[in-house]
């Protein structure tokens, strides 16, 4: 039939393109080493980056909870899933950012699908920066909204698009690239905001938990309150190492939210286990410093030795350090040499990186010590290619 020759058409090209995608499957916890099939490896490419998705505190958090709450939550948050853990949780993560409130979601691109859809109606203005996430691009354009992409951290190209519209505006970055491991201009974007009656929306999946002395992440770094960025949003699959995403900002944002977004309405709450969960992540984010420190020390480390090597860091001051490959085919082979050598380091290539940007992704972990980033750097030297 004509569906199915359209699949496989598409299945052949992406092959032929070396875009093809498989997954790999794990037969442990996530952490600095995994098994896969019968042989162990190095795993450089979670975003686990403070060690603590298989933390034993953490999964005793989740037991307990699984003990006294059960498994499922049973409904949506509207409807009766709404649970002591769920409620104990958004009250921590408005506390920790120092926001009035928090929202949970069942993931960040529900979250982010579910905050655009309901913030923003025909007519008005969505102006985001080329590089973010898939979800605040599919977002701002299921929106709605006019939708603008502005050049990547290009401030002064996006005051002028904010300056030729009219009505309501809201800006929409990540707060660290999650492909590129670098940040957002945010007092800048601030500003510009400011001056001209916008929004400012920042998805910190890949700063929270890491970026700034608490770990609040990126708006911690830029010193930036609720009336700076009205919109935060972060996820807890990442430096947390649980599951879900919240949103924070002020009393009238989240229950505009509780009383319109789709994503939040229609779907069932996490399991209460898991909130749970992320209640022990935070406790240890917070009280443990160390987890940052060690992960900054590896991050510096990572890098002198890098460019030492010739290697061809990008701009990245984050746990996320790609080396640039440009080919896709290239970065495929050399994702499965590594993986050869037993280090797990995914080829990133187009659709989600744009065309001849095709490179790997390396992300660091506190979980990692000192000698297995060593590893890592001896075994890029010996296999990556030179002039
Ligand atoms: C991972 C990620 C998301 C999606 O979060 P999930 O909870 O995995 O759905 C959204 N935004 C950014 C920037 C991300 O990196």
């Not at 032929?16 to 995608?21: D, S």
């Not at 917070?286 to 030492?308: G, K, S, V």
């Given at each position: 039939?004509?569906?199915?020759?359209?699949?496989?058409?598409?299945?052949?090209?992406?092959?032929?393109?070396?875009?093809?995608?498989?997954?790999?499957?794990?037969?442990?916890?996530?952490?600095p080493?995994?098994?896969?099939?019968?042989?162990?490896?190095?795993?450089?490419?979670?975003?686990?980056?403070?060690?603590?998705?298989?933390?034993?505190?953490?999964?005793?958090?989740?037991?307990?909870?699984?003990?006294?709450?059960?498994?499922?939550?049973?409904?949506?948050?509207?409807?009766?899933?709404?649970?002591?853990?769920?409620?104990?949780?958004?009250?921590a993560?408005?506390?920790?950012?120092?926001?009035?409130?928090?929202?949970?979601?069942?993931?960040?691109?529900?979250?982010?699908?579910?905050i655009?859809?309901?913030?923003?109606?025909?007519?008005?203005?969505?102006?985001?920066?080329?590089?973010?996430?898939a979800?605040?691009?599919?977002?701002?354009?299921?929106?709605?909204?006019?939708?603008?992409?502005?050049?990547?951290?290009?401030?002064?190209?996006?005051?002028?698009?904010?300056?030729?519209?009219?009505?309501?505006?809201?800006?929409?970055?990540?707060?660290?690239?999650?492909?590129?491991?670098?940040?957002a201009?945010?007092?800048?974007?601030a500003?510009?905001?400011?001056?001209?009656?916008?929004?400012?929306?920042?998805?910190?999946?890949?700063?929270?938990?890491?970026?700034?002395?608490?770990?609040?992440?990126?708006?911690?770094?830029?010193?930036?309150?609720?009336?700076?960025?009205?919109?935060?949003?972060?996820?807890?699959g990442?430096?947390?190492g649980?599951?879900?995403?919240?949103?924070?900002?002020?009393?009238?944002?989240?229950?505009?939210?509780?009383?319109?977004a789709?994503?939040?309405?229609?779907?069932?709450?996490?399991?209460?286990?898991l909130?749970?969960?992320?209640?022990?992540?935070?406790?240890?984010?917070?009280?443990?410093?160390?987890?940052?420190?060690?992960?900054?020390?590896?991050?510096?480390?990572?890098?002198?030795?890098?460019?030492?090597?010739?290697?061809?860091?990008?701009?990245?001051?984050?746990?996320?350090?790609?080396?640039?490959?440009?080919?896709?085919?290239?970065?495929?082979?050399?994702?499965?040499?590594?993986k050869?050598?037993?280090f797990?380091?995914?080829?990133?290539?187009?659709?989600?990186v744009s065309?001849?940007t095709?490179?790997?992704?390396?992300?660091?972990?506190?979980?990692?010590?000192?000698?297995?980033?060593?590893?890592?750097?001896?075994?890029?030297?010996?296999c990556?290619?030179?002039a």
């Amino acid at each position: 039939g004509a569906l199915a020759d359209r699949l496989t058409a598409g299945l052949a090209q992406r092959r032929q393109n070396k875009l093809y995608r498989q997954r790999l499957t794990l037969q442990s916890a996530q952490g600095p080493v995994v098994r896969v099939g019968n042989k162990e490896y190095l795993n450089f490419c979670s975003n686990d980056y403070l060690g603590l998705a298989a933390h034993p505190q953490v999964v005793a958090a989740f037991q307990r909870a699984a003990n006294c709450y059960g498994v499922g939550s049973g409904a949506s948050h509207l409807v009766c899933g709404h649970s002591a853990m769920h409620q104990q949780l958004e009250e921590a993560l408005a506390e920790f950012t120092g926001r009035p409130r928090a929202l949970l979601f069942s993931s960040g691109y529900m979250a982010n699908i579910g905050i655009l859809a309901s913030l923003l109606q025909r007519g008005d203005h969505v102006f985001e920066d080329r590089l973010n996430h898939a979800s605040l691009l599919d977002g701002g354009l299921h929106s709605g909204a006019r939708f603008r992409r502005f050049g990547h951290g290009d401030v002064a190209g996006l005051e002028r698009k904010l300056g030729a519209a009219d009505g309501v505006k809201l800006v929409v970055v990540d707060g660290v690239f999650s492909m590129d491991g670098d940040t957002a201009p945010l007092p800048e974007l601030a500003a510009s905001c400011a001056r001209h009656d916008a929004w400012l929306m920042v998805d910190d999946a890949h700063g929270f938990g890491v970026m700034g002395s608490r770990g609040a992440g990126s708006t911690e770094v830029a010193g930036l309150g609720v009336s700076e960025v009205p919109v935060l949003m972060a996820t807890l699959g990442k430096a947390l190492g649980t599951g879900g995403a919240f949103v924070a900002g002020s009393e009238l944002l989240v229950e505009s939210l509780i009383q319109q977004a789709r994503t939040y309405i229609y779907t069932t709450a996490l399991p209460p286990a898991l909130a749970a969960a992320s209640l022990e992540s935070l406790r240890l984010l917070r009280e443990e410093c160390w987890r940052r420190d060690h992960l900054a020390n590896l991050i510096q480390r990572f890098r002198r030795a890098a460019e030492q090597l010739g290697l061809p860091l990008m701009p990245s001051s984050s746990a996320i350090q790609p080396l640039l490959v440009g080919d896709p085919g290239k970065a495929l082979a050399l994702s499965e040499q590594l993986k050869r050598g037993g280090f797990l380091i995914g080829a990133i290539r187009p659709p989600t990186v744009s065309s001849g940007t095709s490179r790997l992704r390396i992300t660091l972990s506190a979980g990692h010590s000192e000698a297995q980033l060593d590893r890592l750097l001896e075994q890029l030297d010996s296999c990556w290619p030179r002039a």
